[in-house]
């Protein structure tokens, strides 16, 4: 049978919990397995549940501490019932939270959780088909620029650029005038050849 668990641990682990620390740093801080940390936040909701006086002034002492009001209290009552709502794994989202915590750049990584949230529910796109469907629009894309490519070397090859087009099309028209007018021209003189005959 494993020893028992030092009721200052225990309290320190709680405290650490409270706080928001991981459960994973709180096993290291305190020298105990995760589970064990695990079992002894089970035990002290239980421990809230059944209203035993001392946990309840622990956690009310706690909140009071980290500047905690009811104000944030209820915040917190409202994220909860989210969770509960859309039956999600606390243990998952606690670990969510903690990578957040722990990344460089937590803002980032929420806007781009939202904004894949935002493309999936907008494209009607299931969460699990929105990884293919981002693989095909990257293949298009990748299409697209190798056209664009293709098509820019047959540009640079022949040395045409598009104010060449439009000189070249300029004179083409300036051409073109200046031929009905040779046309006219010769037309005119033919004209007046033939009424001096």
Known sequence: MPAAIDRQIKKQVINQWLSGDSRDTIAVDNNIGAGTV??????????????????????????????????????????????????????????FIA??????????????????AHLSR??????????????????EKQRLEEAIKHNRAILDSTNVDVQTISEYTHLKDELFGIHLFIIVGYIGYIGYIAFLV
């Not at 722990?102 to 939202?114: G, M, Q, R, Y």
């Open 122 to 139: 907008s494209e009607s796109i299931p969460l699990e088909e929105l990884e293919g469907h981002v693989k095909q629009k990257e293949e």
């Open 99 to 116: 990578n957040l915590a722990n990344s460089p750049e937590p803002e980032k990584l929420i806007d781009v959780t939202n904004q894949v």
């Open 38 to 95: 695990s079992n002894i936040i089970n035990e002290w909701k239980k421990g809230i549940e059944d209203s035993e006086y001392d946990n309840v002034r622990q956690l009310t002492v706690s909140l009071k501490k980290q500047g905690i009001g009811l104000d944030k209290l209820a915040c917190t009552v409202r994220l909860n019932n989210y969770i509960k709502n859309i039956g999600a794994n606390e243990d998952k989202i606690e670990s």
